[in-house]
T-cell receptor, first 118, second 112 residues
């Protein structure tokens, strides 16, 4: 069975502070994919990143960076110099490999509500 | 516009009503999904459709009935719902192979 744990239910920081959202996962698959999604108040989930389990390189995209550590089954997300517009619920998710028309969905964590105060 | 369109955005229905949620994607994706998002709970996968198969989560009550007439459209038919079914229902599509999922904006359902 797969499981994703986001232990931080809510984080509140002041604008311009750096903030890290934690994600720990469990899976018996040797190959899998990890995702981060952002859910603003409007409701839709916005795709941020997809990471293959074979690729342990950290990634940076502007103010966003991701730290994937297979040894500790963690895939943490850091926002540098946070802004009010970063306020949202952030979800970490796990997917097994899918080939052909295989039909597996994502396993989501409970999400972390990030509040950036001006 | 995310590429996945859901209608209606908001729906209020009585427990004896029958209604349907609609999802449409023209991204050429192979798989479509229904997720339920309740307060304080993780997103729950309800149903999956792909070109080859429909996968159904056995824990989904029969008062929820999916329909996928073609690869671009997905429906969720609702009947005799309960107040605890009130939630945000999200549709998603995926090209397969572990690539990212594109979500719609969801339908906020309230059962009274």
């Amino acid at each position: 069975a797969q499981k994703v744990t986001q232990a931080q239910t809510e984080i509140s920081v002041v604008e311009k502070e750096d903030v890290t959202l934690d994600c720990v996962y469990e899976t018996r698959d040797t190959t899998y994919y990890l995702f981060w999604y952002k859910q603003p108040p409007s409701g839709e989930l916005v795709f941020l990143i997809r990471r293959n389990s074979f690729d342990e390189q950290n990634e940076i995209s502007g103010r966003y960076s991701w730290n994937f550590q297979k040894s500790t089954s963690s895939f943490n997300f850091t926002i540098t110099a946070s802004q009010v517009v970063d306020s949202a619920v952030y979800f970490c998710a796990l997917s097994p490999p899918r080939t052909g028309g295989g039909a597996d969905g994502l396993t989501f964590g409970k999400g972390t509500h990030l509040i950036i105060q001006p | 516009e995310t590429g996945v369109t859901q209608t209606p955005r908001h729906l209020v229905m009585g427990m004896t009503n029958k209604k349907s949620l609609k999802c449409e994607q023209h991204l050429g994706h192979n798989a479509m999904y229904w997720y339920k998002q309740s307060a304080k709970k993780p997103l729950e996968l309800m149903f999956v459709y792909s070109l080859e198969e429909r996968v159904e989560n056995n824990s989904v009550p029969s008062r929820f009935s999916p329909e996928c007439p073609n690869s671009s459209h997905l429906f969720l038919h609702l009947h005799t719902l309960q107040p605890e079914d009130s939630a945000l229902y999200l549709c998603a599509s995926s090209p397969g192979g572990g690539y990212g999922y594109t979500f719609g904006s969801g339908t906020r359902l309230t059962v009274v």
